[in-house]
């Protein structure tokens, strides 16, 4: 009894510790000096670690990592990509300097997006990634509030790195980030247009960068069957099941002004079964991310996929890793998605769709969004993102009044095509899924184009 009553008392004071963590904010003591794998050639200036934060409760914690850029244009400019609510971030798939090999070695990228610009990726809402609360009623249950910690966790952050208070800051990510993004940038336009802040703090925010992102519900969930029936992934007894559960979607969607609908998402998930091909374990059926893969298992359906993914949380639990990063503060282990955390935003949130907030946003800002063709992407497909800017109305006039879209070129060969008009640039991106940088890294020359960097930065 007297040593259970010895543990008990141990659990207390390590708890009170935790819950009492404090972060430094010097810039010095979140420099990363080594990275376990990196190729000896390889020496870019990064940052990461935590920072408090979540409305100033010590025991929730968002962790950041900063990668310099590698060479200066005309002038500093600041990405900060985000990834799908309690997902993992795009830095080793996507736009950041580093790729696996496997759990031991890391590679340089082609065409990573920190060559002219610093990148900061955020792991967040709080329990995504290294990002972490010991009190699950601290996790975010909608994008408002979301967004308003998120800006507080951007305050902490230019406290503890001055220097990117007055650089050019864009933000970007893909999918499910699209909301988020919308409502980030929204909240920092409004604080730019007050008198006086909380904190005097304004952000320099020239403009934000969307791949397939999910914006405009009521014309996406449609797309999702009509892409689906044109892609011939519905049949037979199925069909019969998701039409009369599609009746139910529509009649949801003329009453709904949330950013999820459940009979919708139910209708989803009806079209993903119907592509289901054997038995037991041995079933397979459409990743739903990339339709032109068929080999995901059921029902996963894309859930594990990319399928390196546990090659990349084997390496980010690594002891050297997470000591390397100063992400030592907890014993919780890195997952790529953490599904409690997505679960609870998007069945609690009752915030409107991002689509109410594009026609403010284009009004002081530029938008930048990417879709892939060929289209693989069953859930945010660009028939959805085609319908949805046709119907908006921004800066005086409804949709593209332009009829033609002009090929985008890069290093003389046409990797998709591009249209662009009061501040919106819609880009169409040839042979990618739904990870377009991942597929396709040349989309950086598009990015920076929409930054402004000059012809002599750009390959094309």
């Known amino acids: 009894m007297r040593n259970l009553k010895s543990l008990v008392l141990l659990a207390i004071v390590i708890l009170a510790t935790i819950t009492n963590i404090s972060f430094s904010q010097n810039a010095a003591n979140y420099l990363v000096t080594s990275l376990p794998g990196i190729p000896q050639n390889v020496n870019y200036t990064t940052h990461a670690g935590y920072i408090n934060t979540l409305f100033g409760t010590a025991n929730s914690s968002i962790f950041f990592w900063l990668i310099r850029n590698q060479f200066t244009a005309d002038r500093q400019r600041l990405i900060i990509w985000l990834n799908d609510p309690g997902c993992l971030s795009g830095l080793f798939f996507e736009i950041g300097p580093w790729r696996l090999i496997d759990s031991q070695t890391l590679t340089s990228a082609n065409e990573s997006w920190n060559q002219y610009a610093n990148l900061l990726f955020v792991d967040q809402p709080v329990g995504s990634g290294y990002s972490f609360t010991f009190n699950s009623n601290n996790y975010l249950r909608n994008f408002t509030t979301e967004s308003t910690g998120f800006l507080q966790f951007l305050d902490a952050f230019i406290t503890i790195f001055p220097e990117f208070t007055q650089e050019e800051m864009y933000i970007a990510g893909e999918n499910y980030a699209g909301t988020l993004i919308s409502y980030v940038a929204s909240a920092i336009l409004a604080r730019n247009n007050q008198t006086s802040t909380p904190t005097n703090l304004r952000y320099n925010l020239q403009g934000i960068a969307i791949g397939n992102g999910w914006i405009d519900p009521r014309t996406q969930y449609t797309a999702q069957y009509t892409y689906a029936l044109s892609n011939n992934l519905i049949s037979g007894m199925y069909k019969i099941l998701i039409d009369r559960q599609l009746e139910l979607c529509l009649e949801a969607l003329r009453n709904s002004t949330t950013v999820r609908v459940e009979a919708c998402e139910q209708t989803f998930g009806l079209i993903i079964n119907s592509t289901e091909i054997g038995d037991g374990n041995n079933a ?14 059921f029902p996963a359906c894309g859930d594990d996929w990319p399928y390196s993914l546990p090659t990349l949380q084997t390496y980010l639990n690594r002891q050297d890793v997470i000591t390397a990063i100063h992400a030592n503060v907890t014993n919780l282990t890195w997952i790529g998605c953490n599904a409690a955390v997505t679960r609870l935003l998007f069945n609690s949130d009752r915030s409107g769709p991002a689509f109410n907030l594009f026609p403010d946003i284009l009004k002081q800002i530029k938008v930048l969004l ?35 879209t002009t090929p985008w070129i890069v290093n003389n060969v046409i990797s998709g095509r591009m249209i662009s008009e009061r501040n919106l640039t819609y880009v169409i991106v040839y042979n990618s899924s739904r990870m377009v940088p991942a597929d396709q890294p040349r989309i950086r020359d598009i990015m920076y184009r929409f930054m402004g960097l000059s012809q002599n930065f750009v390959p094309s």
């Open 284 to 297: 397979t059926c459409i990743n739903k991310y990339d339709i032109r893969d068929r080999t995901s298992r």
């Open 370 to 404: 990417f879709e892939k063709v060929g289209d693989s992407d069953l859930i945010c497909n660009a028939n959805g993102t085609e319908s949805w800017i046709k119907r908006m109305t921004w800066n005086n006039a409804t949709g593209f009044q332009g009829q033609t």
